[in-house]
């Protein structure tokens, strides 16, 4: 187990490195440019240069692109992100104090995801072929087909605007106050219902596969309750692809929360991220999309962790 951690982890350090330097080169390429955005646009031509020159030199914007490019990968390995070209702030600070928030998000919507995805899952397997069976796909593909913004949307319409039980926006303190709640159930909703309808489609296809092993059917046999040879003998053993796919729904809601965190105003890393982008902003982005793509490898690493526990079978050597 040791031995595959260390391994995971070493090929986890090119798939980061990748990432981060595909940002890094394109958001050089693309038009736009960052300093700009500090020049008063009634300066004069002269005054307007020499500004501009005095900006890059402040941030190394001045130096050639690989000069630039190896002061960026120093400073990320000593966890220095520089300071943010549009507010002047600590991006690693800035960072720290939306962090908690796409967590919560992330989090609320993954169990939300899960519960519903495989409870449907479940229940679809058990009715296949019936109106409910029927009922529960077209429902996970509404969800999977769905775009988030779409979804935010309509739900703010609706729950917002005419019921007016959820603030539109926003963000209302922490979870666990009754504003916080409120102002987290949208978008932790629009995100998990996404990630629900997948989990549903794999979970009852998994269902299937066991359903009728022998098994399951000597359970049966048995004289055991029907929710005991579904739970503990048929989506027990169906688990280790439902784990699986929880690992890449954690990372698909996390590259969500770029949106929807637009959307509903949520302060975390995603609208962070937007605003790095419109900003030209190389440090916020540089450091966002490297934080995200540790995320992605830490849940799929998880995820494979847990699958030891789940099915005995499975070692990694």
């Known amino acids: 187990m040791q031995q595959y951690l260390i391994k995971r982890l070493l090929l986890a350090i090119p798939t980061i490195l990748g990432a981060v330097t595909l940002v890094f080169f394109m958001m050089r390429i693309v038009p736009g440019d960052p300093v700009a955005l500090f020049v008063p646009p009634d300066t004069p031509g002269p005054a307007t240069e ?14 050639p692109l690989h000069v630039q490019y190896v002061a960026f990968v120093k400073q990320m390995m000593t966890g220095d992100f520089g300071r943010s070209i549009r507010q002047n702030t600590v991006v690693a600070q800035d960072l720290l104090l939306r962090i908690p928030n796409t ?14 995805g495989i409870g449907v899952g479940v229940i679809s397997a058990v009715r296949r072929g019936t109106w409910i069976d029927r009922t529960v796909m077209v429902g996970a593909l509404f969800g999977v087909s769905v775009p988030d913004f779409w979804l935010a949307l309509i739900l703010i319409l609706f729950f917002s605007l005419n019921l007016g039980l959820f603030p539109p926006s926003g963000w209302g303190g922490p979870i666990y106050t009754v504003e916080g709640f409120k102002h987290i159930v949208l978008p932790a909703l629009v995100l998990g219902l996404s990630g629900a309808g997948s989990l549903a489609r794999y979970t009852r296809s998994s269902m299937l596969e066991v359903i009728n092993n022998d098994y399951v059917r000597t359970a049966r046999a048995k004289g055991l309750r029907e929710s005991v040879v579904i739970l503990q003998h048929a989506l027990r053993t169906a688990l280790p692809t439902i784990v699986t796919l929880l690992g890449l729904s954690f990372g698909r809601i996390l590259s969500g929360t770029v949106i929807v965190e637009t959307v509903f105003g949520w302060p975390g890393i995603g609208r962070y991220l937007i ?6 902003d190389y440090p916020v982005v540089q450091a966002t999309v490297l934080l995200v793509a540790i995320s992605f490898v830490l849940a ?3 995820s494979d962790l847990i699958l030891v526990y789940v099915d005995p079978r499975i070692r990694y050597d």
């Open 275 to 280: 605003s790095g982008i419109n900003g030209r």
């Open 50 to 63: 020499e500004l501009k020159a005095q900006i890059r030199a402040q941030y190394g914007l001045d130096k």
């Open 103 to 116: 967590l919560q998000l992330g989090v609320l919507a993954l169990l939300f995801s899960t519960v519903l």
């Open 300 to 302: 799929n690493l998880i």
